[in-house]
């Protein structure tokens, strides 16, 4: 494959940093500063295309799909980060969103050589795993990169549903994927240097379609993460915080429904805000498919018809 760096805003230079080198460092960190904060609105003129991608996400995930990302390098240990995430934040099972990178796992610490450059490879990483009611996001600021397209080419030919995210416009990834997300976020502060500003964008990108897709299964009620997995101390007090700011209730009443759901936020809220036994909340909570504000009206319109 011919590459031609030239036609590449991420690689070409930023003549506001041309003399990046001998810049102090406040100079220097007042002109990052300034760059940065373009990438929110360059990330702006890609939401419709995230719309869609959140969509396709969701209808995957509601049939009991999974989501996948794979990309190389920073792309990839974007996408592995953001899969890893979910599993506290949401209470999501492990095989819900997964990350792959180029390289496999040990390309997160250290760099592959070569590996991005196979689309065997990544055909080859999702053979592993991928069914036709999966999604499946190849992440490349390049918009180029092989082991995405090989990806990609085969996520496709299985009937999976496809989502590209390049930091460039008219990407070759983009020919590859049903839904095209290009967020040009233009040079680097450091020539080519796709870590900074593109990293950024694929960050912000990906923060959107992973929580957009968990409140469209339910996972958020208000504003709150109420499938949030409380494994260490600090989020067994944020749990119980949650349950008090979704229900109003005081300290020791969510501690003490925090315990009867056998430590589940979601079902404390509910069995607090229905007045409801565990096994009560939890049958109507499977009823609307976890969604509280759903549980809640179809709790009270049973007590409406009198069939409680």
Do not use: W
Request: negative net charge; proline residues 2%.
């Amino acid at each position: 494959m011919a590459i031609n760096l030239d036609q590449m805003t991420t690689e070409t230079r930023n003549q506001k940093t041309m003399a990046l080198d001998t810049m102090t460092v406040h100079d220097f960190a007042t002109v990052m500063n300034a760059e940065d904060q373009t990438v929110a609105q360059s990330v702006q003129q890609a939401l419709p295309a995230i719309e869609t991608a959140i969509q396709t996400i969701s209808h995957s995930l509601k049939k009991d799909g999974r989501l996948f990302y794979i990309g190389a390098g920073t792309s990839g240990r974007l996408g592995v980060l953001d899969a890893a995430e979910c599993v506290p934040t949401f209470g999501t099972d492990p095989e819900m969103v997964q990350g792959l990178i180029a390289g496999g796992m040990k390309a997160m610490t250290v760099a592959v050589e070569g590996a991005e450059d196979s689309k065997e490879l990544g055909k080859t990483d999702l053979q592993r795993h991928l069914s036709a009611d999966d999604t499946v996001v190849g992440i490349a600021a390049s918009g180029r990169t092989p082991y995405v397209i090989g990806g990609l080419d085969y996520a496709q030919a299985v009937g999976a549903a496809t989502i590209s995210l390049a930091c460039n416009t008219h990407a070759e990834i983009s020919q590859h994927a049903q839904i095209a997300i290009e967020v040009s976020v233009g040079p680097e502060v450091l020539t080519g240097s796709t870590r900074l500003k593109a990293g950024t964008a694929q960050k912000l990108v990906l923060n959107m379609l992973s929580t957009g897709a968990m409140i469209g299964l339910g996972k958020v009620f208000q504003n709150l993460m109420v499938d949030v997995l409380p494994t260490n101390e600090k989020l067994v007090v944020r749990s119980q915080r949650i349950i008090q700011q979704a229900t109003g209730c005081d300290a020791a009443t969510a501690a003490k429904a925090f315990e009867a759901a056998d430590q589940h936020v979601k079902l404390a809220i509910v069995m607090i805000l229905t007045q409801r036994s565990s096994t009560d909340a939890q049958k109507l909570l499977t009823q609307t498919n976890g969604f509280i504000s759903q549980t809640v009206t179809a709790s009270s319109e049973e007590k409406t018809d009198g069939t409680r």
